[in-house]
């Protein structure tokens, strides 16, 4: 049962476009959600994350939105640039359950130059 | 401020023997989680150890078990191993007082059973 859903396994943009990476989820206990990059022979990296108590978190060119009502969230980057060509996990926790983190099956992304 | 360390990089091991792998969290952090990624799969949560306690455990085998020492390194064990346990994995250590937060990965470490 997969409580964190990234749909879409890949996704290709052109450099300076925006990238748009979703993410539902299942259990509405989870109110702490963050986003993870990760290249190639390396460990994941954080991102951004954002509480329930926000629909909107910005840092630089990435964005994170958070529609609660549709247990969906999103990663937009903008403007998509080559070196932000890997695999993107999307992850939620909840206050109870010791807060373990729960990890959707990532998105790689490839931007194009 | 060093990041998370694991050792061995790369190991390669035979059906039924068994491997322990390292963790070196970040200084000062006192949560480290434990990953088993495969291809397909994303990141599978193994366990997660906070102050030499196991404080949650995910949905693997017996056959993979954990232990935190006081200077909050880490270590896993996985024994018996079998071919399906071919898998990068990776450790994650956060400062852990309220878990769930963000975590830092270090490199992984590449478990090919043959």
């Known amino acids: 049962d997969q409580q964190v859903k990234q749909n879409s396994p890949s996704l290709s943009v052109q450099e300076g476009r925006i990238s748009i990476l979703n993410c539902d989820y299942t259990n509405s206990m989870f109110d702490y959600f963050l986003w993870y990059k990760k290249y190639p022979a390396e460990g994941p990296t954080f991102l951004i994350s954002i509480s329930s108590i926000k629909d909107k978190n910005e840092d630089g060119r990435f964005t994170v939105f958070l529609n609660k009502s549709a247990k969906h969230l999103s990663l937009h980057i903008v403007p998509s640039q080559p070196g932000d060509s890997a695999v993107y996990f999307c992850?939620?926790?909840?206050?109870?359950?010791?807060?373990?983190?729960?990890w959707g099956l990532g998105t790689s992304l490839a931007v194009n130059p | 401020k060093a990041g998370v360390t694991q050792t061995p990089r790369y190991l390669i091991k035979t059906r039924g023997q068994q491997v322990t792998l390292s963790c070196s969290p970040i200084?000062?952090?006192?949560?480290v989680s434990w990953y088993q990624q495969t291809p397909g799969q994303g990141l599978q949560f193994l366990f997660e150890?906070?102050?030499?306690?196991?404080?949650n455990k995910g949905n693997f085998p017996g056959r993979f078990s954990g232990r935190q020492f006081s200077n909050s390194r880490s270590e896993m064990n996985v024994s018996t191993l079998e071919l399906g346990d071919s898998a990068l994995y990776l450790c994650a250590s956060s400062p852990g007082g309220r878990g769930g937060g963000e975590q830092f990965f270090g490199p992984g470490t590449r478990l090919t059973v043959l």
């Open positions: 150890y906070f102050s030499e306690t196991q404080r």
């Open positions: 200084s000062g952090h006192r949560s």
């Open positions: 992850a939620a926790s909840a206050a109870g359950n010791n807060r373990k983190l729960i």
